[in-house]
């Protein structure tokens, strides 16, 4: 696995920085964003390829490299067998860290990253937009899902951990607690639940096709 995270082009399965669709600005400091982990698929596969950062998977999201598995996922109309397709035929990344192996006894470094998990939403362009605005947790990384009828919401509690976190306390262990507000935080504002499982430090999330992503102009 590589682990550098300098400003040298870095060879992804779908390209590299170079030809990447959106770049980041002569300013950026790619070594000082917050990392974690992306992997091939199937989610059998537990051991990660590349170290990745917000950038290079809204390049990934937006560029063509998902976009007839994500197609074709949304054709299929079985539950079980749209589950297991979905399993088999989309890569995946860990947001909250970088791992050695995918579990969370497994992890390498904290990225202070959490991805939300919205399912089976009424209406998805509408939640998009108002967690996009939200005023209390700055968006970073906003996408629909594979499934097209929810949301992957990427925000950062970097500066919540320093300044709430308890002494001694891990980032996992924080994450755990801040999750618990932010769930009855987004009830209470969107009338919307979250998936539980993504307060898990090794919470997989699969990577569609979505031109219409959105990715913090902050982070260029």
């Known amino acids: 696995m590589n682990t550098d995270k300098t400003n ?9 920085p170079n030809n990447y669709a959106v770049k980041p600005s002569p300013t950026c400091n790619l070594s000082k964003m917050p990392s974690f982990s992306i992997f091939r698929r199937p989610i059998t596969n537990k051991h990660p390829y590349q170290v990745v950062n917000l950038i290079d998977v809204f ?3 937006i560029s063509d490299y998902a976009k007839d598995r994500t197609n074709e996922l949304r054709t299929i109309k079985d539950d079980r067998y749209r589950r297991q397709y979905k399993a088999d035929k989309f890569d995946y990344c860990t947001f ?80 755990v607690r801040f999750f618990a507000g932010l769930y009855n ?32 102009p902050s982070l260029l």
């Open 8 to 16: 040298a082009p870095a060879m992804y399965f779908w390209g590299t």
């Open 59 to 61: 390049n990934y999201i």
């Open 96 to 175: 909250s860290g970088i791992f050695s192996v995918r579990t969370d006894k497994a992890i390498i470094q904290h990225s202070g990253l959490l991805c939300l998990d919205f399912d089976h939403l009424n209406d998805v362009e509408a939640v998009f937009e108002a967690l996009k605005e939200d005023t209390y947790f700055e968006t970073l990384l906003l996408f629909r899902s594979p499934s097209g009828d929810g949301l992957k919401w990427v925000i950062s509690f970097h500066d919540s951990y320093f300044r709430y976190g308890k002494d001694g306390e891990s980032y996992g262990d924080y994450q």
């Open 185 to 216: 935080y987004i009830f209470n504002h969107y009338d919307v639940e979250v998936d539980r499982s993504c307060r898990n430090l090794s919470r997989a999330c699969f990577l569609p096709h979505d031109p219409a992503a959105y990715l913090n």
